[in-house]
């Protein structure tokens, strides 16, 4: 069956670097559209970052352009989300997503069809 597994959360120091991984299984992850969420305690779930199957065509949130990377290997069936500088802001569980099409990331990406189950980010002392 299709399987999203995030990793590489933890607690962090502001100013610090993360980077999560979603490990994919069950689907041809190299045909899929591919993207990171966040929900901060709280909050509603906010894109982050999407990225296109070949590994192109990368979109951020207003939150992740220019610091917060996104990539994939798609021989490993594996997203990642680098990043960097992080700020208690940045605190909160991150999900990985996974659809066939271009959908987007506004308003905590309703319309993406496979989700995770999470990795927590917690920035601060």
């Known amino acids: 069956q299709v399987q999203l597994v995030e990793s590489g959360g933890d607690s962090v120091q502001p100013g610090g670097s993360l980077r999560l991984s979603c490990k994919a299984s069950g689907f041809p992850f190299s045909d899929y559209y591919v993207g990171w969420f966040r929900q901060a305690p709280g909050k509603g779930r906010e894109g982050v970052a999407r990225i296109a199957p070949r590994g192109n065509d990368p979109y951020y949130g207003d939150s992740a352009k220019g610091r917060f990377p996104i990539s994939r290997d798609n021989a490993l069936s594996t997203l990642y989300l680098q990043m960097n500088t992080v700020t208690p802001v940045a605190s909160g569980m991150y999900y990985c997503?996974?659809?066939?099409?271009?959908?987007?990331?506004?308003?905590?990406?309703?319309?993406?069809?496979?989700w995770g189950q999470g990795t927590r980010v917690t920035v601060g002392s």
């Open positions: 997503a996974a659809d066939t099409i271009l959908t987007t990331i506004r308003n905590g990406g309703p319309g993406w069809a496979y």
